[in-house]
């Protein structure tokens, strides 16, 4: 009998043991990114320990990290009630309520986890800590707070003091955040993502070589550890950006890094999706086409492929299966996954449809359909102002300045827009252009458009006060709207153009356009003071006669104010 007893206990060690093993080999796996070989052997383990609360949490995790929130939830759920460490899946359900954007059932979950938890709660924290950095609207402050606790209840854990240094760099606390993952690293060193986190860290100050080193230094130790290898190509990837000359160079590299990344995490459908969302990052747009087929056929489910396809065939001048591909792309996926640049790439489409060779609106409707477009991609991603604005500047050269004037409007909605200025020049040009040939009834259904081109110019004033040609085109607006009220506000605008050239000196002065732009100037200051200021309009005449003194309406105009 006894012999029996010790032969179970042995029994029942060894399984303890053997998926105790299992699990640290799945994390390692989970870690590595290799999400369908750690799907594989999570199946496996839920099928032969059904009561292991923790394989069905970790499965669900890779669902998480896939995307498919509904395979998750079917884990989580069946999880929950596992004997052994079933309360973790709440916190799996607490995630994807943070997904969906509702933080009062996600915090009842997690309170509801922490319940069942030990005194020592430092994985439960980890994981909250973790749902709540990759929240769709991230809660920062309370990641903090879990971070902080997992520390507390357990300050030897190298993972816990990982999971607070992620939260210290969403808080963008990053010295004290390098401090935590240091932490990690001297307390396992063993643990690659600690060092991945550091090399990041010095990646995102942009400095490239040293990063680069740093990801070399953790492939010596683990040359199969694929996120090191992504990480690499991201960098390359930065430094081609930051630098022109390079960006050949680094690009190239940055796609051998993640063909490796990809060839470590196995070729699957995910793997290859990534990579997709890599080759858009790179702009090489011939093999996003060719990847997004090959998915295409090696998966027809996945909505993504459609995305892709449209993202390809927009830049290689297939505009009618870009519009096609992406409307496919949003009829399948849920309203939240559709982004700024899809909508963005979906007008682009519909523009290109809707014009010329010559740039000219052909289709009108069309044309209004892509405008609507691109106010959603503006509306959701403002920071895409520099595609709105080669937009607009394509249109501004083919003549089409009212519909110009549509796209410019987007761009401004940027304020921090490195072109914020010429924008608004661009825009309030825009629409003198289109309004200075108009017919005076015309002219009067156009008043919001004058508000918003006055508006416009005054912004690219406030933000580049010496840009002399917007004082300018400014008066010219002015005069165009022609009512008595405007035309004053012309005068200011011209007298803001003279005091802007003036204070540049002779040889600005001297150059053939500002001439022009002067004379034209001090010849309507004149023409307006001639009635209410005779002093001020012989002044203004006798500057536009030193620049043309042969011109007949600055010398009638002198004699007369001369009787």
Known sequence: MKTVILSSFATIFTTLVVNAQDIEQVKKTIDAEKFSEARKSLKSMVAATPDKGKNYFYLGQVYVALEKQDSARVYFEKGKTAKDAGHLNLIGLGQLELLDGNKSAAETHFTNALAFAKKKNTEEQIY??????KATNPDVAKALIAAKAAVASDPKSALAQVALGDALVANKNINDAYVAYRTAGELDKTLLRAQLQLAIITRNAQAFPEALK????IIAINASYGPAYREKAETNL???????????EKIAAALEDYKKYMSLTDVSTDARIKYADFLILSKKWKELETEALAIQKADNVNPKVFKYLGYAYSENGNTEGAIKALNQYMSKVDAKKINGKDYLYLGKAKLATSMDDKGIVTNQAKFNEAIADLTKASDLNPILSAEFTEIGI???S????LEASKVFELSVKNTNSKSYSRDNYLLGNSILFYA???????????????????KAYEESIKASPNAQDVYFYKGQ????????ESNAQAVLDYEGYVKTVTAKGDAELAKPAVKENLFETYTFIGANYAT???AKAIENFKKAAEINPNDTFVKESLNALNK
């Open 477 to 484: 607006l002015n005069r165009v709207i022609g009512t008595k």
């Open 532 to 534: 209410t200021d005779k």
């Open 398 to 401: 083919g003549k089409a300045y």
């Open 238 to 248: 930065a430094w081609a950006y930051a630098k022109k000359s390079v960006f050949e």
């Open 128 to 133: 909250i800590t973790q749902a709540y950095l």
């Open 214 to 217: 740093a990801f070399n230094d």
């Open 394 to 396: 394509k249109l501004y």
């Open 436 to 454: 200075e040939s108009k017919t005076a009834a015309q002219k009067a259904a156009l008043t919001a458009e004058f508000a918003k081109a006055n």
